[in-house]
Structure formats: C-alpha cells, structure tokens
C-alpha cells in the first residue's frame, strides 16, 4: 500500500524560508517522480513542481520558479520542497504526488489520477 506523508509546513513570515518533506512508503522510492502541488482556499489544486525519478530533471509552475527548488534523497526515501522567499499567494495546502507508474515524468496538462497524494500538509505565509 502506497502512503505519503508531508511535513514541514507552518507559519512563515515573507521573505522567510521553509522547507517541506514527503516521505513515501510501499515502493522503491527511486522509481518513481514525484511532484508538489497545492490548493489555496477557493482554488483549483495546481502543479508546482515535479522531479524526475533520479532528480536529474526537474520544472517549476512560473510563479515559483527561482524562489522555490525541488529536490529528493532517493537514499532516504525523501522528497523536499525548499521554499525560499515565500510570499502570501503561496499560502496553500501542499501536497506531494507520486507518479502510479514508474520510470514515468509528471506531464502539463495530463489528468489526474495517474498519481497518489498525501494528505497535504498547510504553509501559511503572513505578510
């Protein structure tokens, strides 16, 4: 059985930094990409990034880029979010998906459901 769980999130001031984590289990970590996405109140869930199953290729949403990095511990099982200089728009819940088929990337556009979710995790940034 497939569980990821995110961790991390919180309270942070602009400008600040935060970092999330996504533990998966009941797979081999390194087969699989994994992505971030998240939700603000009132909004449709919405990519942010997506990492390759070996962390060689990585891509931002635009509104993150630059500000935000992907990265994953395929040793230690873990995927990170370092967010960097966060702003209130990226107040949201966070979510870590991973990929249902490996060796496979997180596409634009593609429907959902070829993927599974954690149960998200709050960032709130106070302006």
């Known amino acids: 059985q497939v569980q990821l769980v995110e961790s991390g999130g919180g309270l942070v001031q602009a400008g600040g930094s935060l970092t999330l984590s996504c533990a998966p289990s009941?797979?081999?970590?390194?087969?699989?990409?994994m992505a971030w996405f998240r939700q603000a109140p009132g909004k449709e869930r919405e990519f942010v990034a997506q990492?390759?199953?070996?962390?060689?290729?990585?891509s931002y949403a635009d509104s993150v880029k630059g500000r935000f990095t992907i990265s994953r511990d395929n040793a230690k099982n873990t995927l990170y979010l370092q967010m960097s200089s966060p702003q209130p728009e990226d107040t949201a819940v966070y979510y870590c998906?991973?990929?249902?088929?490996?060796?496979?990337?997180?596409?634009?556009?593609?429907?959902?459901?070829?993927?599974?979710w954690g149960q998200g995790t709050q960032v709130t940034v106070s302006s």
């Open positions: 990492s390759s199953w070996t962390g060689d290729r990585t």
């Open positions: 998906a991973q990929k249902k088929n490996p060796y496979t990337d997180f596409v634009a556009g593609e429907p959902r459901g070829l993927e599974y």
């Open positions: 009941g797979r081999i970590f390194g087969s699989y990409a």
